[in-house]
Every structure is written in C-alpha cells, then in structure tokens.
C-alpha cells in the first residue's frame, strides 16, 4: 500500500533556508492531492500551516511558502526563526474520502 | 468563537468500547467534512475517519470494521464509537474539521485514549 514519506529530521541554522518534502512510495505527488502542511509542538494541537499546495493560512508567516518541486510536495522555510522548532507534518488526499499523513519531520534550529 | 471540544477518553481493557465526543461551537457539523485523526505516544499523526456533510463515511483500513463516525445534528456533535480496543489503538485522539478550502483547519485539543488491562 502506499505511504506518504517526509524526512524524519532535518536540521535548519537560524535565518537559514529549509525545505521539507512530502512524497509517495509509489507514484508522484501532484496538487490534486491537495497537499497540506501543519506545525506542531509537543502537547498541542496541530497547527494549520498551507493547505491546497501553497496558500498560507490566516496568520502565517510569509516565511512559509508550500510548493510542488519534483514529484514532491514540498514546505520552504526561508529565514528560520528559533520558535520554527517543531514537528512538521503534511497530509495528502488519497481519493475515494481517504486521507494520509506524512510520518513527520523533527526540525532543529541551531 | 469557533472551536472544537473532544471529550470520552479513558483507560479501557483491550477489547472493550469507547465513545468519543466533539462538540462543536461556531459552525455547523452537519455542513462540514468532520475527521478523527489520532496521534499515538511519540508518533506522528494519523487519520482515522471522516464523515462528510452528505453522510458518507470513510475509515482508514487499520480501524475499518471497529470503529464507527457519526454525527448529532441537533446536539452539533461529532462522535467516534470504538470497539474491539487493541493497545495500539492508544493516542490521543483529535477531531479536525476539513474546510472547503482543502486544509483540516479547526482542531480540537484532543482526548487520551489508552487501551491497557
């Protein structure tokens, strides 16, 4: 069965440049997948980041941009701040009213 | 003030039932694609059904047959019935509303389930 993969870790200096991707065990991430891209912190609740490939939601940061690169959905993190530190998570839709996340990507700054 | 509002989480034997509660303040249910997605301990997150504003409803195959969505419309209230409880159903279980824009974007704050004898 398919899966959705991201890198589990990355590590990103601050104001630095980082891009995290989202793929497919089998097959090429398009934007009829919708792709969408949320952030969490340990013992919250996921928050909304891009959805629909690349439109940031209400009270994101500029520095966030969603785009597909490759066969890949991908979220470019320009300029990191030391509070971007978290987990990154992206869910794509399967079809047939099925969904599925990406397993994650712990990012560090420093 | 929209938001979301789980509640019914619990420790359950494995092989016992849960109900869990979404109660919903701002918007309408019943109008909305509404979601469970569960998180288990130190992993990432994972759907787990939806019940779309048509009635339909779908489940990820590792709940499929055990777990039930449902919605009240006159309460405004998202329920997900779970049985047959095995200990990898533990997590913390959130539900997420799907906007017509293609983002899950209400979440609630979530409600532990934890399957253990």
């Known amino acids: 069965q398919t899966a959705v993969t991201q890198e589990p870790s990355f590590s990103v200096s601050p104001r630095g440049t980082v891009t995290l991707t989202c793929g497919l065990t089998s097959g090429s991430v398009s934007t009829s997948y919708y792709p969408s891209w949320y952030q969490q912190t340990p013992g919250q609740a996921p928050r909304t980041l891009i959805y629909?490939?690349?439109t940031r939601s209400s009270g994101v940061p500029d520095r966030f941009s969603g785009s597909i690169l490759g066969n890949k959905a991908a979220l470019t993190i320009t300029g990191a701040q030391a509070d971007d530190e978290s987990d990154y998570y992206c869910?794509?839709?399967?079809?047939?009213?099925?969904?599925?996340f990406g397993g994650g990507t712990k990012l560090t700054v420093l | 003030e929209v938001q979301l509002v789980e509640s019914g989480g619990g420790l359950v034997q494995p092989g016992g039932s849960l109900r869990l509660s979404c109660a919903a303040s701002?918007?309408?249910?019943?109008?909305?694609?509404m979601n469970w997605v569960r998180q288990g301990p130190g992993k990432g997150l994972e759907w787990v059904s939806v019940?779309?504003?048509?009635?339909?409803?779908y489940y990820a195959d590792s709940v499929k047959g055990r777990f039930t969505i449902s919605r009240d419309n006159s309460k405004n209230t998202l329920y997900l019935q779970m049985s047959s409880l095995r200990a990898e159903d533990t997590a913390v279980y959130y539900c997420?509303?799907?906007?017509?824009?293609?983002?899950?974007?209400?979440w609630g704050q979530g409600t532990v389930v934890t399957v253990s004898s």
């Open positions: 629909s490939t690349n």
């Open positions: 701002g918007f309408t249910v019943s109008s909305n694609y």
């Open positions: 997420a509303r799907y906007s017509s824009d293609e983002a899950f974007d209400i």
């Open positions: 019940i779309y504003s048509s009635g339909g409803t």
């Open positions: 869910v794509l839709y399967m079809g047939s009213g099925i969904w599925m």
